[in-house]
């Protein structure tokens, strides 16, 4: 059987989320630049302003938003400051700056001086302080965006905030399956079941006209390896309807709850793309029967899971259209009510090849193969009893690993027969040989 494996393509989101990034960074260099345009002025305190005033040292003064003072020398303070201060002073700004307590006692003050004291009054914007205020807080929102955008992503991450959303992937016109009933050899009642059903999805008239339904549910059975999943991607590539895909274990986590809103999420976007199939593969693991060794809530999770994909299966709103296939190997453990009819009508035995299905299992494989002469496909089905289709295509595998690693130019019926006894009895011990002076002894001994 071919194990063709078609990954669903899952589209990139356009909406690129580094531009976060670019806004957060360019508000961080403006506000830097603003902050660090302005040049550092040296505070004074009142005192020193009077003796500045007072030994004419005073050009005039700006009184911004009635808490600080700038202060600007004339030529005479300037000299004064840069000889005796010791101080480089700015050539257009402030030359210093005076932190004001009370506006008002200020204000009084100023009026006392008005003739011997230049002063005008402003209201200015500080961008510079706005800046320092506003970057950190437009840091934090745009991570928060990022972290929402992270939390909300859908997919496989399984984000917190889709936590509850179906993992189903869904293929149909533009993901296609490239498998079909072609590929799927050495199953041929199996087969015909599963026709039957996407011949309904393909021609639903044919059987309604005499008053037929189709089965709501079909659930493959069989040994691990025997095809079961290879079946139901073949039903995904002849159906040529909506197919969505998951497995067993894709629907319970820790958090409660999430498995049953999984449950739900999944046949209501198969409800909106109806008619479809639904494929659970090791269905076993959310279908196990209700009540046996129920100790802890993982248990109780995991049975309202059950519970609700039993309700979805044959509830009041159950004829909607969905199909829904599913596999497993241990049918001992499922729930009976799973397997009632209304909800799984048909199990599908999918059991371990005879010699006529390996034959036809091998033929698939060898297809890839360059092959001798001497390459007998009867005499190769022969010697592999109780092979299922996994066993067979791994034994032609390495059939031609062997035959790669002797440098040969094609597969010999020798590469075969060291493959099937590599998957009987594993890797050869060459360092187990048996001398022929033992060998001597041992046959004396079993011949008595």
Known sequence: MADNQNDRKTPR????IYWIYVVVLAFFIIGTFMVGSTPRTK??????????????????????????????????GREWASTEKKQSLSETG????????SADAFATYLNEHAGDIRYKVENQTRWGEVLQFLVPIAILVALWFFFMRRMG??????????????RANLYDKENKVNVT????????????????????????????KLGGHIPKGVLLVGPPGTGKTLLAKAVAG?????FFSLSGSDFVEMFVGVGAARVRDLFKQAKEKAPCIIFIDEIDAVGRSRGRMNMTGGNDERENTLNQLLVEMDGFNSD???IIMAATNRPDVLDPALLRAGRFDRQIGVDRPDI????????????????????????LASQTPGFVGADIMNVCNEAALIAARKNKKAVGMDDFQDAIDRQIGGLEKKNKLIQPDEKRIIAYHEAG
């Open 238 to 242: 002849e159906a040529k309807v909506p």
């Open 356 to 379: 006529k299905g390996r034959e036809a299992i091998f033929k698939v494989h060898l297809k890839k193969l360059t092959l001798g002469e001497d390459v007998d496909v009867q005499k």
């Open 13 to 16: 989101n356009n909406n690129n």
């Open 181 to 208: 009933f072609n590929d799927v050899a050495g199953l041929e009642e199996a087969k015909e079941e599963v026709q039957e059903v996407v011949e309904f999805l393909k021609n639903p008239q044919k059987f309604t």
């Open 43 to 76: 505070e004074i305190y009142f005192t020193d302003f009077e003796e500045i005033w007072q030994e004419g040292y005073l050009d005039h003064i700006v009184v911004v938003n009635g808490t600080e003072v700038q202060v600007f020398l004339n030529d005479k």
């Open 153 to 166: 992503a859908g997919g496989a991450g399984g984000q917190i905030f889709n936590i509850g959303k179906s």
């Open 320 to 322: 909607t259209g969905v």
């Open 94 to 101: 402030p030359h210093y700056n005076m932190k004001v307590s």
